[in-house]
């Protein structure tokens, strides 16, 4: 079978990098056709480069990287620095990009290339904040029914938020681009952290992977223990999870995951609970179901996969 075409829309984030070049390794399911940054963890201008420099230390700098949205639609931008450090991708010495982005914005290269592949051929791989694709799905709304899916990391529902009380990071930054999406009638995915907390790193895995040995491993694993740190301070454990690589997780073993169809609001209106996703798991309203809501990860071949097919790359 011929690899599904994935676009990678992403905010590196250190986790954004391990979902990258898990992508990378596993070429003979996925083919990715592009990435698209978006402002998020840290600034566009960093985003943009960081998914390049990503690219590159897998040694696939002919990937294109497409710039995106330097802000959400709404709220002014807010950063996750406190998380991923100031470069957004902190712990690693990457490479300097050999090529430049890519001439075309991040939103017509998600428009252009979903219109010119047949229909449902183009799977679409948010990482970040959903603002690129909401405004593809407002500048061309033909884009919508010709997805093949939208398999997103973001939300949170019965573990509450990581960045307010009621909020996860990537739907709080931008939630009046994910009530887009969520409304959109896409066929969706959502990864939430209610899944992702069920995806911890243990320091013996990053003992395993570093031993790999590899350029990509030992630079893998330095952005890791970077990342652990601010997991270690907020929850006091040795454990802490990767979040965005669930994401190609789910489309390389679906059968590790564990969701049920829900219907998903978005709350756009008010100020303690804005960006929170309301999650009708027990179908209470009776609202048609507009997205798989995963909940449970088979954590150790999870992260089985996650080390072989990091251990493909250079
Ligand atoms: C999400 O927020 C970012 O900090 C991570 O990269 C991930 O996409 C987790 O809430
Ligand atoms: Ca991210």
């Not at 990009?97 to 998600?110: C, K, Q």
């Not at 939300?155 to 931008?174: H, L, M, R, S, W």
């Not at 003992?207 to 790999?212: E, I, N, S, Y």
């Not at 999870?241 to 756009?268: M, Q, T």
Request: aromatic share 8%; charged share 20%.
């Amino acid at each position: 079978m011929a690899p599904r075409k994935i676009i990678i829309d992403t905010d590196p984030g250190q986790d954004d990098a391990f979902a990258i070049l898990l992508a990378l390794g596993s070429p003979s399911e996925l083919e990715v056709v592009g990435l698209t940054a978006v402002a998020g963890n840290v600034p566009l201008s960093r985003t943009a480069r960081n998914a390049q420099m990503v690219l590159e230390l897998a040694g696939r700098g002919d990937i294109p990287v497409y710039p995106g949205c330097e802000r959400p639609m709404v709220r002014p931008l807010f950063t996750a620095e406190y998380v991923h450090g100031d470069s957004g991708l902190d712990g690693c010495e990457l490479l300097e990009p050999s090529r430049p982005l890519a001439d075309r914005h991040a939103v017509d290269f998600i428009i252009d290339t979903v219109m010119a592949a047949e229909p449902g051929e183009i799977t679409l791989c948010p990482l970040g904040p959903l603002t690129n694709i909401a405004m593809a799905m407002v500048k061309c709304p033909a884009i919508v029914p010709r997805i093949r899916e939208v398999v997103l990391m973001g939300g949170g529902f019965f573990e509450g938020g990581n960045t307010t009380p009621a909020a996860e990071f990537n739907i709080f930054v931008d939630p009046h681009a994910a009530h887009v999406v969520f409304t959109s009638g896409v066929k969706l995915t959502m990864v939430p952290i209610d899944c992702t907390y069920k995806a911890v790193m243990t320091p013996a895995w990053l003992k395993r992977l570093r031993a790999v040995g590899t350029h990509t491993a030992i630079q893998a694993a330095g952005m890791a223990e970077f990342y652990q740190e601010y997991g270690n301070q907020k929850f006091g454990t040795d454990e802490y999870p990767l979040h965005d690589p669930c994401v190609i997780g789910y489309l390389l073993r679906p059968d590790l995951f564990k969701g049920r169809e829900c219907h998903v609001a978005i709350e756009i209106t008010s100020p303690t609970t804005m960006g929170m996703t309301v999650v009708d798991w027990w179908n209470v309203t009776k609202k048609p179901t507009n997205c798989l809501v995963l909940r449970e990860l088979d954590n150790p071949p999870f992260y089985e996969l996650l080390l072989e097919r990091l251990s493909r790359l250079p």
